[in-house]
T-cell receptor
Framework: GENVEQHPSTLSVQEGDSAVIKCTYS??????FPWYKQELGKRPQLIIDIRSNVGEKKDQRIAVTLNKTAKHFSLHITETQPEDSAVYFCAATKQGAQKLVFGQGTRLTINP | GAGVSQSPSNKVTEKGKDVELRCDPI?????LYWYRQRLGQGLEFLIYFQGNSAPDKSGLPSDRFSAERTGESVSTLTIQRTQQEDSAVYLC????????????FGDGTRLSIL
């Protein structure tokens, strides 16, 4: 089955700097890759997603890139702010599977 | 509009007892998913429903776990004869349909087995 690896497990950056979180997946048939942000004690919130027919997607300060050949995708947050501090999860799934397979999460801390 | 609603938000029970967790999906969402999140871990898939049918139950850890959905709306996840390793946050999500539609999560039920 699908396996998703996420790195790093923790990331600390200065406010205003960029943060990058990387995920690799094992199943070449996977074609949908969402990213979730989870603040302490809160629900995971979908912040951006990408499908395998595109290589990059942006939404304001957040972008996701996908490399199908290498089977990895990354989350980029620019101009980080204290409210970006949270745990971020990547996930992958394929047509017909429905279930999301999640990475282990990255705890991002933005230092003022 | 209202998001995914789960109840109770917290449940503490003794080992060996049965528990029922409830999920109300976003209105009109035909697909509903249950995941489990152990402390400091990622989310593990348990089961999903399309309408009232469960095509994939492969994530249910044992036969102590079961789930049902009625009226293409509310779902309940039942854990019988709870064990300490069942302690986790149980998250429900719903989506407008299948085929990689975005999944939106509830706040979860934090289950603690004493």
């Amino acid at each position: 089955g699908e396996n998703v690896e996420q790195h790093p497990s923790t990331l600390s950056v200065q406010e205003g700097d960029s943060a990058v979180i990387k995920c690799t997946y094992s199943d070449s048939a996977s074609n949908y890759f969402p990213w979730y942000k989870q603040e302490l004690g809160k629900r995971p919130q979908l912040i951006i997603d990408i499908r395998s027919n595109v290589g990059e997607k942006k939404d304001q300060r957040i972008a996701v890139t996908l490399n199908k050949t290498a089977k990895h995708f990354s989350l980029h947050i620019t101009e980080t702010q204290p409210e970006d501090s949270a745990v971020y999860f990547c996930a992958a799934t394929k047509q017909g599977a429905q279930k999301l397979v999640f990475g282990q999460g990255t705890r991002l801390t933005i230092n003022p | 509009g209202a998001g995914v609603s789960q109840s109770p938000s917290n449940k503490v029970t003794e080992k060996g007892k049965d528990v029922e967790l409830r999920c109300d999906p976003i209105s009109g969402h035909t697909a509903l998913y249950w995941y489990r999140q152990r402390l400091g871990q990622g989310l593990e898939f348990l089961i999903y429903f399309q309408g009232n049918s469960a095509p994939d139950k492969s994530g249910l850890p044992s036969d102590r776990f079961s789930a049902e959905r009625t009226g293409e709306s509310v779902s309940t996840l039942t854990i019988q004869r709870t064990q300490q390793e069942d302690s986790a946050v149980y998250l429900c999500a719903s989506s407008q349909g299948l085929n990689n539609q975005p999944q939106h999560f509830g706040d979860g039920t934090r289950l603690s087995i004493l």
